[in-house]
Nanobody, 122 residues
Framework: QVQLVESGGGLVQPGGSLRLSCAGA????????MSWVRQAPGKGPEWVSA????????RYADSVKGRFTISRDNAKNTLYLQMNSLKIEDTALYYC???????????????WGKGTLVTVSS
């Protein structure tokens, strides 16, 4: 079955960095666009970033553009999110998710991991 397992979260001071990882299993990882989504305490989910099957065409939410970098290693079935210049408002549970398309039509995210907690605090 499809599995997505995030890791790399933790406590970091404002201005610090973290790298999140998401290991995929049970599907052809290289055949899917992948996304990162976060949910801050008391708020709804917020899409953060997405990446194509080959690793090109990364996209970012305005709130993280210039600070976060998404990447993937298809040989390792792993998705990454490098987070720099972290702010208190980046505190959230970070999920990786698999994107589904029907041709060029986006169908949403069909599988999610359980998330990894990022806490930015002094």
């Amino acid at each position: 079955q499809v599995q997505l397992v995030e890791s790399g979260g933790g406590l970091v001071q404002p201005g610090g960095s973290l790298r999140l990882s998401c290991a995929g299993a049970g599907f052809t990882f290289s055949g899917y666009f992948m996304s990162w989504v976060r949910q801050a305490p008391g708020k709804g989910p917020e899409w953060v970033s997405a990446i194509s099957t080959s690793g090109g065409s990364p996209r970012y939410a305005d709130s993280v553009k210039g600070r976060f970098t998404i990447s993937r290693d298809n040989a390792k079935n792993t998705l990454y999110l490098q987070m720099n210049s972290l702010k208190i408002e980046d505190t959230a549970l970070y999920y990786c998710a698999r994107d589904r398309f029907d041709g060029s039509d986006y169908l949403g995210m069909d599988y999610w991991g359980k998330g990894t907690l990022v806490t930015v605090s002094s």
